[in-house]
């Protein structure tokens, strides 16, 4: 199963490494990982897609990272209210004469062309991945050169409902 | 012998470099000894440690992995950081064996390893490791220096960090520009900045409560005793608990010693090579409560069949280790002593357990740990019974790695805890020599014994020089059986009798090596010769080696074999 994990982090040279060392250690696939700085300065934040097997494995997973020093927090938010996006930035190769039916293409996902030269040009998608996805698929008949994505960075959104708590892994039930 | 130790700070003479700073820090954390070893990135500490050797004292090894067990041994006995200086490249890499063994079995040390200049970190330059990298997964912190003014405060937090909570070892890694820095104006005073790490003391009273009426309602209890008790240092309140409600106890293999031995309500070891009472105790038991013991494969056997009939209590300090590997039905994130206060004083009733407490003791009387006789040789067992009896039990003990080191944990049974060492999770030959000179460090008056197999002896043995320099009474028993008898044991019975490179054809004389040394040494392979020899070489008044020639078939028994449960032992009965 996917589960959206963040981690609040220190700031601090390695952390990156620590955190998905571990991960790879204790055999976790990581779908995705975007790291950024928050509103505090010295704290980042890292958005880790991950595939486990059970939630035993994720219980373990979720200990394992708390118990790095660096690391504030860690929050499992698959199941709560979320933002969650990604920008993907995606090459098409196109002659001129494509470009009007493109523009139509992309304009439902609120994308936007951001380069352009004789060949190709260039697309930027913001949303959740499967919005990107599906992006990226209406866009594969004309050609694809290249792909960038930079991967899902969330958060919860301001009001959670009440009934869909996050699970809590602490041991405190 | 007696280490220096002054630890009256010196403020008149300010630190001059990065590396004075760092020596008065280590002082003001009061350490006494360092386990060092020198090298081009780390003499401006060692220049430090000259101007300083009035006030903190350097033992001088032989190789990086010796000096880091050594360290080991002295954190597992004081219960405080062992202190680690090793230069840069090769210094630091001979370090990551004892690291490991030091993060499996949670031993606090502080390793400060010697790093290239800022200016060339990343170009290979000469003996240049990537020792953070490196030691990532193996150190429960790790920290390179990049300014001077962080040296306080990382130093503070790497002591706070290794000895506190789980414990484990931290690193510091140090280049040499920060070292041999010349210090300008005041270096401010640190605290400690760690908000990402407070580990949980006292237990949830809700889980305590939980306990104590699962502990009322219980008709077959047991008590796993791990290492988490020495940690805390709750021995007493343990057996005070076990006592209190008539609770049978089992120990881990480190476990040894946190519950006296001799007590009717001790059932020994349980693992792979434990009691056959202890195993069947955790197999059958109805309510399992384990103060600080991880549930390692060699403990728990195929996890399958591990305590199948039980409601699983697990009282640890670290919650990740809690429902690791076994279903737990009642977590308690502690520490061991604080848990075991609350317990002792808010349970009242006891669990109705008299038919189970029976069959224990049936079990104990029918299932004895047992060897043979044989009338040719000396048996390693009995050996083992011997350094009990001429040591009155009171010995610390430091083993290797092998059929030794079970046949001492089997046979030289401890009443008292923090007295036996030894390489548990990792599993490190090599181990048990440098570990007993370290705990003789620590403890000068004691009678500390090594009890070595013949091939682990000789990954570290150059540490005779050290022990010979210092004069450290360490007792050194070889158990020579001219064969890597564990793997021996396992090929045999395993394998069918393949028995593939695990025999010594050659070894060196070991009395000739020891007097080499300057150390007294002597060969035995007889029972009578032991009993005459064994009581004037433990009175004698310095480092002795005695290369004892014990019978190389015998296997350990009873055991798990790989794969089976605990109620799947063989060899519970003589053969
Ligand atoms: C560094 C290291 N290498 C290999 C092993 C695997 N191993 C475990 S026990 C053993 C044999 C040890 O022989 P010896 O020291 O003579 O002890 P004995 O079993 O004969 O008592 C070996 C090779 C190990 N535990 N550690
Ligand atoms: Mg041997």
């Known amino acids: 199963m996917k589960r959206i994990i963040t981690l609040t982090v220190q700031d601090r040279s390695g952390v990156l490494n620590r955190v998905t060392g571990l991960l790879q250690r204790r055999q976790f696939n990581i779908t995705s990982i975007s790291v950024g700085p928050t509103e505090t300065e010295g704290v980042s934040k890292m958005t880790l897609v991950v595939d486990v097997e059970d939630d035993q494995r994720l219980e373990q997973v979720t200990k394992q990272l708390n118990k790095q020093i660096d690391v504030l927090k860690v929050s499992d938010i698959t199941d709560k209210a979320i933002v969650a996006r990604e920008l993907a930035l995606i090459k098409v190769t196109s002659g001129s004469q494509l470009r009007s039916e493109i523009n139509g293409l992309i304009d439902p996902f609120r994308a936007i062309i951001v380069d352009v030269c004789k060949e190709s040009i260039t697309v930027q998608v913001t949303g959740k991945p499967e919005k990107v996805d599906a992006l990226i698929d209406l866009l594969r008949p004309f050609g694809i050169k290249e792909i960038a994505r930079t991967g899902l960075t969330a958060f919860l959104r301001g009001h959670q409902p009440q009934v869909n708590e996050l699970v809590t892994y602490s041991l405190l039930k | ?152 405060r990382i130093v503070k937090e790497a002591f706070h960090i290794a000895s506190t909570g789980r414990p484990g070892p931290v690193l510091v890694d140090l280049p040499k520009d920060i070292t041999s820095g010349a210090i300008s104006g005041i270096v401010e005073e640190a605290a400690i900045d760690l908000p990402g790490y407070q580990p949980t003391f006292k237990p949830n009273p809700l889980q305590i409560k939980k306990l104590a009426d699962s502990l009322a309602k219980a008709q077959k209890p047991v008590i796993l005793s791990g290492a988490g008790v020495l940690h805390a240092k709750a021995s007493e309140e343990l057996t005070a608990f076990a006592e209190k409600h008539n609770i049978p106890v089992v120990t881990t293999l480190l476990g040894l010693g946190t519950f006296p031995a001799d007590s009717p309500l001790s059932l020994g070891m349980g693992g792979m090579h434990g009691t056959y009472a202890a195993n069947m105790a955790l197999y059958e038991s109805d309510l399992l409560i384990n103060f600080g013991a991880r549930f390692d494969d060699r403990l728990t056997g195929n996890l399958k069949h591990f305590a199948p009939f039980a409601k699983v209590a697990h009282i640890d300090i670290d919650p990740a280790e809690i429902g690791k590997n076994v279903p737990t039905q009642i977590p308690i994130v502690a520490d061991a002593k604080v848990a075991l206060v609350e317990l002792l004083n808010h349970t009242k009733n006891s669990p109705k357990a008299d038919e189970w407490l029976e069959k224990l003791v049936k079990y104990k009387q029918e299932f004895p740990l047992w060897y043979k006789h044989d009338p040719n040789g000396m048996c390693p067992q009995w050996l083992v019974e011997a350094v009990h009896k001429v040591t009155n039990g009171k010995a610390i003990v430091s083993t290797d790695v092998g059929q030794h080191q079970m046949w001492a944990a089997q046979f030289y049974t401890f009443n008292e805890p923090h007295r036996w060492i030894t390489s548990g999770g990792l599993g490190t030959m090599g181990f048990g020599f440098p570990a007993a000179i370290g705990a003789q460090i620590a403890a000068p008056e004691s009678t500390v014994v090594a009890i070595v197999g013949d091939a682990g002896f000789q990954m570290t043995l150059q540490e005779l020089s050290v022990i010979y320099e210092r004069n450290l009474p360490v007792k050194i028993i070889i158990v020579n059986n001219g064969a890597l008898g564990m793997v021996r044991q396992w090929q045999e019975l395993l394998y069918d009798n393949r028995i593939s490179e695990s025999l010594l054809n050659s070894q060196p004389d070991f009395v000739k090596l020891a007097e080499s040394y300057g150390i007294r040494g002597m060969k035995i392979d007889n029972q009578e010769d032991l009993i005459a020899s064994l009581p004037e070489l433990f009175a004698h008044n310095g480092p002795v080696l005695v290369d004892c020639r014990v019978l190389q078939q015998e296997k350990v028994f009873p055991m798990m074999p790989p794969g089976a449960g605990l109620h799947e032992m063989i060899g519970v009965k003589p053969i």
């Open chain 2, 1 to 152: 012998m007696k280490v220096e130790a002054k630890l009256e700070f010196q403020t008149s003479t300010a630190p001059k470099t990065g590396a004075d700073l760092l020596i008065d820090l280590l002082i003001k954390e009061g350490v006494e000894t360092i386990f060092g070893y020198p090298g081009g990135a780390v003499l401006p500490i060692y220049d430090a440690i000259y101007r300083a050797k009035d006030r903190i004292g350097h033992i001088l090894f032989r190789h990086e992995q010796g000096m880091i067990h050594a360290a080991e041994g002295y954190a597992r006995i004081t219960g405080n950081p062992g202190v680690v200086l090793a230069t840069s490249g090769p210094g630091a890499t001979n370090l990551v064996t004892g690291i490991t063994d030091a993060m499996m079995d949670s031993l606090p040390l502080v390793v400060f390893t010697g790093q290239v200049a800022r200016s060339v970190i990343g170009t290979d330059a000469f003996q240049e490791a990537d020792v953070m990298a490196i030691t990532t997964p193996i150190t429960k912190h790790n920290y390179q220096v990049q300014s001077i003014s962080d040296l306080p």
